[in-house]
């Protein structure tokens, strides 16, 4: 599978619009098309779904390491695979799109804010392709969409202004309809807020296709070859032996990796439900609450009859792991944004509160103090957290891991544990193992 890395110069400038356009561009012109996204997102993939039809892979080094970062890209459904970057080209402490773009030797196309620029545009774009930074292998930036830029003479002197080693490769209009509202955990989801559809027709017809087609091409052949591995455990072949896993999945906790579905049901039986539609925990060996939005949703969990459920599951030893949204959801109180508090499942004890600002916003490693859900004793694992709560845990918690890098629940502790019950902050990928530990840990 081709692919092809939309980088941006910072974080603001248009990726994901670029991104959507460009996976509509190559639609249009007869491709089978897969968006991925380098970094830990959960909001941008939502809309690379929306547009293709198709999951979108996340591709972090940090996460998965760069065989499964690998793996994970080969097991896209594509004839070309558009890559959207995280923040700027170079920019992340741990991984970065430009990390990405050399695990897979894939080429780089710049998107560049001309909305008020020209023949600067050029010189931003020359700068980034011949800046080396700290990635250990040269990068091949090949080409450049010019957001926000209007036609004529405007387009026209970008065009003319680029060296010959960067392909003009098009542009998106400055146009109403192309801009997604946001919020505080970043853009709304991509069934929340669509881009209208006639409008990224339009500015996909902007770009390039045929530039795009050219410059992409297929990565490196460690990609092809490590992902024949299987990157986990062996699956159960009886079935009639698989753990029922019931998982949350709507408005409020729907921030899951496509891997981690993808693994979760080569091991399990999932048992989708949606405690903020009021649905009540179904039969289950095991409990897996992701993050989300449960602040949004306090009052439809606070009256759901699926909190309660949990609670007398985990008292009663039934395993149930909760990530972020999750751990918010299985603590005494959440205190939403306007200070309204609500009773959630008080497995946890813990009270969470909505603060103005983020509270956490990075790649995170951490240790297991003793055998836990998700990892044995000294092992460790790898995530991200980026959330906008604070857990005040009571005096007497017990935590699952210290934190070695990162920020914890309690400064250096993560992983607040009761029952075999564990809620984190900490975002993991399937390729980490802690899923593959957790359904270890669970008998049917």
């Given at each position: 599978?081709?692919?092809?890395?939309?980088?941006?110069?910072?974080?603001?400038?248009?990726?994901?619009?670029?991104?959507?356009?460009?996976?509509?561009?190559?639609?249009?012109?007869?491709?089978?098309?897969?968006?991925?996204?380098?970094?830990?997102?959960?909001?941008?993939?939502?809309?690379?779904?929306?547009?293709?039809?198709?999951?979108?892979?996340?591709?972090?080094?940090?996460?998965?390491?760069?065989?499964?970062?690998?793996?994970n890209?080969?097991?896209?459904?594509?004839?070309?695979?558009?890559?959207?970057?995280?923040?700027?080209?170079?920019?992340?402490?741990?991984?970065?799109t430009?990390?990405?773009?050399?695990?897979?030797?894939?080429?780089?196309?710049?998107?560049?804010?001309?909305?008020?620029?020209?023949?600067?545009?050029?010189a931003?774009?020359?700068?980034?392709?011949?800046?080396?930074?700290?990635?250990?292998?040269?990068?091949?930036?090949?080409g450049?969409?010019?957001?926000?830029?209007?036609?004529g003479?405007?387009?026209s002197?970008?065009?003319?202004?680029?060296?010959?080693?960067l392909?003009?490769?098009?542009?998106?209009?400055?146009?109403?309809?192309l801009?997604?509202?946001?919020?505080?955990?970043?853009?709304?989801?991509?069934?929340?807020?669509?881009?209208?559809?006639?409008?990224l027709g339009?500015?996909?017809?902007?770009?390039?296709?045929?530039?795009?087609?050219d410059?992409?091409?297929?990565?490196?052949?460690?990609?092809?070859?490590?992902s024949?591995?299987?990157?986990?455990?062996?699956?159960?072949?009886?079935?009639?032996?698989r753990?029922?896993?019931?998982?949350?999945?709507?408005?409020?906790?729907?921030?899951?990796?496509?891997?981690?579905?993808?693994?979760?049901?080569?091991?399990?039986?999932?048992?989708?439900?949606?405690?903020?539609?009021?649905?009540?925990?179904?039969?289950?060996?095991?409990?897996?609450?992701?993050?989300?939005?449960?602040?949004?949703?306090?009052?439809?969990?606070?009256?759901?009859?699926?909190?309660?459920?949990?609670?007398?599951?985990?008292?009663?030893?039934?395993?149930v792991?909760?990530?972020?949204?999750?751990?918010?959801?299985?603590?005494?109180?959440?205190?939403?944004?306007?200070?309204?508090?609500?009773?959630?499942?008080?497995?946890?004890?813990?009270?969470?509160?909505?603060?103005?600002?983020?509270?956490?916003?990075?790649?995170?490693?951490?240790r297991?103090?003793?055998?836990?859900?998700?990892a044995?004793?000294?092992e460790r694992?790898?995530?991200?957290?980026?959330?906008?709560?604070?857990?005040?845990?009571a005096?007497?918690?017990r935590?699952?891991?210290?934190?070695?890098r990162?920020?914890?629940?309690?400064?250096?502790?993560?992983?607040?544990?009761e029952?075999?019950?564990?809620?984190?902050?900490?975002?993991?990928?399937?390729?980490?193992?802690?899923?593959?530990?957790?359904?270890?840990?669970?008998?049917?």
């Amino acid at each position: 599978m081709r692919g092809v890395v939309l980088a941006g110069t910072a974080s603001g400038v248009g990726k994901t619009v670029a991104a959507l356009a460009t996976l509509r561009a190559f639609e249009t012109a007869g491709r089978t098309v897969q968006p991925a996204k380098a970094g830990p997102d959960f909001i941008d993939p939502s809309h690379h779904a929306r547009v293709t039809g198709r999951p979108s892979r996340t591709l972090d080094p940090w996460l998965q390491g760069e065989d499964g970062l690998r793996r994970n890209y080969a097991r896209g459904d594509g004839d070309v695979c558009v890559v959207e970057g995280m923040m700027g080209l170079y920019d992340g402490s741990a991984a970065s799109t430009a990390g990405v773009a050399a695990a897979l030797d894939l080429p780089v196309v710049l998107v560049v804010d001309a909305s008020a620029g020209m023949e600067s545009v050029a010189a931003t774009a020359l700068g980034f392709a011949t800046y080396a930074g700290r990635t250990p292998h040269e990068l091949d930036v090949a080409g450049v969409i010019a957001q926000r830029a209007h036609g004529g003479r405007h387009e026209s002197g970008i065009r003319e202004a680029l060296p010959d080693s960067l392909d003009y490769c098009g542009r998106i209009p400055p146009r109403e309809g192309l801009e997604i509202p946001d919020r505080h955990l970043g853009l709304q989801m991509g069934e929340e807020a669509p881009l209208d559809e006639a409008t990224l027709g339009d500015a996909a017809e902007t770009l390039r296709t045929d530039r795009l087609l050219d410059i992409a091409r297929e990565p490196t052949a460690g990609a092809t070859e490590s992902s024949a591995e299987t990157g986990g455990r062996e699956a159960r072949d009886d079935h009639d032996d698989r753990p029922r896993i019931a998982v949350a999945d709507d408005e409020a906790f729907r921030f899951v990796y496509p891997a981690t579905r993808e693994r979760l049901r080569e091991r399990a039986t999932v048992v989708p439900f949606a405690p903020a539609a009021g649905d009540d925990l179904p039969p289950c060996d095991g409990v897996y609450l992701p993050g989300g939005y449960p602040e949004l949703h306090a009052e439809a969990l606070e009256d759901g009859p699926a909190l309660g459920s949990i609670a007398a599951a985990a008292a009663e030893g039934t395993p149930v792991l909760g990530e972020c949204g999750g751990l918010m959801a299985l603590a005494e109180t959440l205190t939403t944004a306007d200070g309204d508090a609500y009773e959630m499942a008080g497995v946890l004890p813990a009270s969470v509160e909505r603060r103005d600002r983020y509270q956490a916003l990075d790649h995170v490693e951490l240790r297991a103090r003793r055998d836990a859900l998700t990892a044995g004793t000294g092992e460790r694992l790898r995530g991200h957290e980026f959330h906008y709560s604070a857990a005040d845990a009571a005096s007497d918690a017990r935590f699952a891991f210290d934190v070695e890098r990162g920020t914890g629940i309690d400064g250096d502790r993560e992983g607040l544990t009761e029952h075999r019950t564990l809620g984190t902050y900490c975002h993991v990928h399937a390729e980490s193992g802690a899923f593959d530990a957790f359904l270890d840990g669970i008998r049917p």
